[in-house]
């Protein structure tokens, strides 16, 4: 692999960037792997990658029905941040984060991690106590956070109206080292490190059935062919159901979609993220200026990427109190991607039923802040069968009642 | 968005005169029971990519429960049906059958 660099861009303006390589191979799935993962998303990536990084297993395949992160990992409104309530969620979140610092540097690939700061709004008094909890709960984290006045709110986001007649803000929590990044480019730029190691991401390729013998994974069938494994790693977000059911379990886990839409493009007004959860809306300016909203979830099981109109109008409804501004704004596109919801709204990386089969899934609404944390985590399950980053996550808790009761700490989508 | 028919009063409507209550015909295991059994009931849904058979009620209507038969990937309804019941009605299993032969859901077929 050629190294991307100031000195590339210079050499290749020279010869007509001629030079330029493709950035992963698309090789022929072979007939065996030492590991199989199915989803080439950004966890399914950054599994593989951390599994060749972290613990040198290269043997790799990464299988994707459709193409590389065309899933949830290019339809989510690409906010990072760890604020959470709960031991497991905050240090799995704040790993994440404190990768995705460098991760550019690691994959040498631009993934422009933009730590602009959010802030979850408080509107109402119960959101004001919940919210100064979650700063406590943080410093004892390790997570820096603050609960910050409407006046501070105001100075960081000059576009809010503080004194909204149904939802006034009366404070925020504000993590400074929290923001966004490119969300495609991170897929690419993982699919590019994997496929530098030796890695196969083998697109348009689906996975109809999982073989199992004497309890044990075997392989897969995909649509090119049967191809062995000794450990199969599912990370298919809104399929993982449908994944379950064909290796012969199921998961305490509902999809549903969820939606986003962007406004056309303004001049720069906002440059931080900014969450209101009593409204159920949040919203960021991309780099190209347009304004990225996060909408609701559907209220029933769905596998329509798509997501019912009304939760638009709610959305925005909420949304032009408080930003005033927005109300003259047109939408320019709207879409959605299903997200598998577990009761806790927590994750699940874990062993299951079947012996070398692994799951990571239950992301809900929240998954692409963890890309990095989540590959780490699981690729040391993968390796070792056991990570510490993953210990509270796994599919017993349910029956154990040893719930990550994160709904209580975020309310909605997170 | 879906177009949801009530079997209790007959209105015809879209979704938010409705709201939805989850997977229908769950056995519902109480004390006495065994842990699976418990935990299979609380938390091992179905989530089927197709058809499904879920609770509903008419809250900004009538006020009253049903069920409906739908398609998870169109949205498509094949049907509605009362609540006082354990398993679809022949009628609506026909109708699915027709749309999508060989489907399955839970003991349903």
Known sequence: ?414 | MLILTCPCCGVTAEETEFHGGGEAHITRFGPGSSEDDFHGYLFEKVNPKGVHFERWRHNNGCGKWFHAARCTVTLEVFGTYSAQTTEPPQDIKDKISAKRPGWSWREFA
Request: net charge positive; aromatic share 8%.
């Open chain 1, 1 to 414: 692999m050629k190294r991307y660099s100031a000195f590339a861009v210079a050499r290749e303006a020279l010869r007509n960037h001629m030079g330029w390589e493709r950035a992963w191979a698309s090789p022929e799935p072979k007939k065996k792997y030492d590991v199989i993962i199915i989803g080439a998303g950004g966890h399914g990536l950054a599994t593989a990658y951390y599994l060749g990084k972290n613990f040198g297993i290269t043997n790799v395949a990464v299988l994707e029905k459709g193409w590389l992160g065309g899933g949830n990992t290019g339809r989510n409104t690409t906010i990072i941040r760890s604020n959470y309530l709960q031991d497991p969620s905050a240090a799995m979140y704040e790993k994440s984060r404190s990768l995705y610092e460098t991760l550019s540097q690691d994959l040498n690939y631009n993934i422009m991690y933009s730590p602009r700061g959010v802030i979850m709004l408080a509107q109402t008094e119960h959101e004001v106590r919940g919210y100064k909890r979650t700063a406590h709960a943080n410093a004892l984290q390790g997570v820096t956070t603050e609960f910050i006045s409407p006046q501070r709110v105001k100075e960081i986001v000059p576009i809010i109206n503080l004194d909204g007649p149904r939802y006034p803000v009366l404070g925020g929590l504000w993590q400074a080292r929290a923001g966004t990044a490119r969300h495609d480019a991170v897929a690419w730029g993982f699919a590019r490190a994997c496929s530098d190691m030796g890695m196969d991401i083998i697109q348009k390729c689906e996975v109809t059935g999982i073989s199992r013998e004497g309890g044990r994974v075997t392989g897969v069938t995909t649509n090119r062919g049967d191809i062995a494994c000794d450990k199969l790693g599912i990370v298919v977000a809104g399929h993982s159901g449908h994944l379950a059911d064909m290796a012969g379990f199921r998961l305490p886990i509902e999809s549903v979609s969820l939606q986003a839409l962007v406004s056309e493009p303004i001049k720069p007004c906002m440059d931080c993220v900014v969450m209101a959860n009593t409204v159920h809306g949040y919203m960021s300016q991309s780099d190209k200026g347009e304004m990225v909203i996060g909408g609701g979830t559907d209220g029933y099981n769905n596998y329509t990427q798509r997501g019912a109109f009304h939760h638009i109008e709610e959305t925005v409804r909420a949304l032009v109190e408080t930003f005033p501004m927005i109300s003259r704004l047109k939408m320019l596109r709207q879409w959605g991607g299903i997200v598998d919801v577990t009761g806790d709204r927590s994750p699940i990386l874990s062993k299951t039923p079947v012996e070398g089969v692994f799951i990571n899934c239950g992301w809900g609404t929240g998954g692409f802040k963890a890309t990095p944390g989540s590959g780490w985590g699981f690729a040391e399950l993968m390796a070792k069968g056991h990570s510490p980053l993953c210990n509270e996550f796994g599919l017993n808790r349910f029956k154990e009642g040893r719930f990550i009761d994160e709904s209580v700490a975020a309310g909605v989508a997170h």
